[in-house]
């Protein structure tokens, strides 16, 4: 079955650094979803990304989605205290279900 | 307009009982989704419903079973429960295919 991966699991930064998690997916895309999920709260909808080669900015976020659809990244510049929570990625294939991948745990040292 | 509404917040169980948990997705949602996410640990998917059926099942038992009513909420049943089924339940809604709205979860211990 479908499998997406995140790495890293944990990445811990000083605030002001840059922070990126990268998704891969075992098989093509149909389109990427990003979740945040802040410390004892539910998954936030961040972004979707569609086409191959995609890159959507929200102010310091930027996404990007792989030319073949089978990655994307997350890259947070100066990263704020307010970027702490656990980041997933979630692929689509076809009409099937949202898989998850394993999601990255964002520790921000002050 | 209401979010994704989770009951009860907080439910403890002992080994063997039977635990349901309720969601009530957004209005004019018509997909709900089901997640267990353990302690410090992903979202792993459970159950999809749209539309008053099943569409997709996770890699669970079959202890773990819902349904969707007519008025799209649904209900996740988890009979014979045992100590590792503690976990946050999550629920999400969707308009089928696009971007999944959350609700606060449920929270359950079993003891």
């Known amino acids: 079955g479908q499998q997406v991966m995140q790495i890293p699991q944990y990445q811990h930064v000083q605030e002001g650094e840059d922070f990126t998690t990268y998704c891969n997916s075992s098989?093509?895309?149909?389109?990427i979803q990003w979740y945040k999920q802040r410390p004892g709260g539910h998954p936030v909808f961040l972004i979707q990304?569609?086409?191959?080669?995609e890159v959507k900015k929200q102010k310091r976020l930027t996404f990007q989605f792989g030319e073949a659809k089978k990655n994307s990244s997350l890259h947070i510049t100066a990263t704020q205290t307010t970027d702490v929570g656990t980041y997933f990625c979630?692929?689509?294939?076809?009409?099937?279900?949202?898989?998850f991948g394993t999601g990255t745990r964002l520790t921000i040292i002050p | 307009e209401a979010g994704v509404t989770q009951s009860p917040t907080h439910l403890i169980k002992t080994r063997g009982q039977q635990a349901t948990l309720r969601c009530s997705p957004i209005?004019?949602?018509?997909?709900v989704y089901w997640y267990q996410q353990a302690l410090g640990l992903g979202l792993q998917f459970l159950l999809w419903?749209?539309?008053?059926?099943?569409?997709n099942r996770g890699n669970f038992p079959p202890r773990f079973s819902g349904r969707q009513f007519p008025n799209y909420s649904s209900e996740l049943n988890v009979n014979a429960l045992e100590l590792e089924d503690s976990a946050l339940y999550l629920c999400?809604?969707?308009?089928?295919?696009?971007?999944?709205?959350f609700g606060p979860g449920t929270r359950l211990t079993v003891t």
């Open positions: 098989t093509t895309l149909s389109n």
């Open positions: 999400a809604s969707s308009t089928t295919g696009s971007k999944q709205y």
């Open positions: 979630a692929g689509v294939l076809g009409n099937e279900k949202l898989t």
């Open positions: 419903y749209d539309e008053g059926e099943e569409r």
């Open positions: 209005s004019g949602h018509t997909s």
């Open positions: 990304l569609v086409k191959s080669g």
